[in-house]
């Protein structure tokens, strides 16, 4: 039974994580068990514990120009272990592109070998589309001064 301190920890991170829109998982290796909180499905446009979530319908959600690097990126984590960090963009199934900055970390055991990848993914989306805005208008002025 779960205690009413662990509950409520619990839902403080569950709000925390909606608030900020930052998702967690995790991936056991040996089991192929991957585990997403309920904001990562939402942020995947997915109803918190619709599906189950494996590799593969990881990088099926991924955006078909990065499956390739993300793919790459995970199996490199793992090779190394430690720190891993990336920006990917995922498809929701209404079609939305979410841009998503990852950071996980890969866990390995006594023996070198690792077992576990865990981590966040934030939705950047909104920063991602303010940035590019300004770029686009840095561009326009600088048009504008070479110009005139």
Avoid at 36 to 42: A, K, N, V
Avoid at 136 to 148: F, K, L
Wanted: proline share 2%; net charge negative.
């Amino acid at each position: 039974m779960v205690d009413g301190k662990t509950e409520a920890m619990a839902r403080q991170l569950d709000v925390a994580q909606a608030i900020t829109h930052v998702g967690s998982w995790e991936w056991d290796l040996a089991s192929g068990v991957v585990s997403w909180s309920d904001e990562l499905y939402r942020i995947y446009g997915f109803v918190p514990g619709e599906l189950k979530i494996t590799l593969e319908v990881f990088l099926a959600a991924l955006h078909p120009d990065d499956r390739q690097r993300i793919g790459a990126e995970v199996e490199a984590a793992m090779q190394r272990g430690g720190r891993f960090a990336w920006v990917e963009r995922v498809v929701r199934p209404s079609g939305e592109v979410r841009v998503l900055d990852t950071i996980g970390e890969v866990i390995k055991n006594e023996s070198g070998q690792s077992i576990t990848l865990i981590g966040t993914c934030r939705d950047i989306t909104a920063e991602a589309e303010l940035m590019a805005a300004r770029v686009r208008a840095e561009r326009v002025q600088s048009g504008a001064q070479s110009a005139g």
